[in-house]
């Protein structure tokens, strides 16, 4: 195993990371803007009113998005598992 091995396998490593971390991400996101815009309009400045339907919605999206992020694992782990037989 050589330097451009390591860099390859990490390099699949971070973009498995952003990719299944993505739906929950993005749905905290939509819903902390969604959140902010509403205490915006109303005044209404409670710090915990956040907290709840995020993660609601956090888990609401990896539950739908369980499929698809156990997929891009199971790919990572099947290119680690092959470049293990082959020996790098």
Same mark, same amino acid.
């Given at each position: 195993?050589?330097?451009?091995?390591?860099?390859?396998?990490? #390099?699949?490593?971070?973009?498995?990371?952003?990719?299944?971390?993505?739906?929950?991400?993005?749905?905290?996101?939509?819903?902390?803007?969604?959140?902010?815009?509403? $205490?915006?309009?109303? #005044?209404? #400045?409670?710090?915990?009113?956040?907290?709840?339907?995020?993660?609601?919605?956090?888990?609401?999206?990896?539950?739908?998005?369980?499929?698809?992020?156990?997929?891009?694992?199971?790919?990572?782990? $099947?290119?680690?598992?092959?470049?293990?037989?082959?020996?790098?």
């Amino acid at each position: 195993m050589n330097e451009a091995d390591a860099l390859e396998i990490m #390099q699949a490593a971070m973009r498995t990371v952003l990719i299944a971390s993505g739906p929950a991400v993005l749905a905290a996101m939509v819903v902390g803007v969604a959140i902010a815009f509403l $205490q915006a309009l109303t #005044q209404i #400045q409670e710090m915990t009113l956040t907290f709840v339907p995020k993660i609601v919605a956090i888990l609401l999206s990896i539950g739908l998005a369980a499929p698809f992020i156990g997929s891009q694992i199971y790919l990572f782990s $099947q290119l680690v598992f092959s470049r293990v037989q082959s020996g790098f």
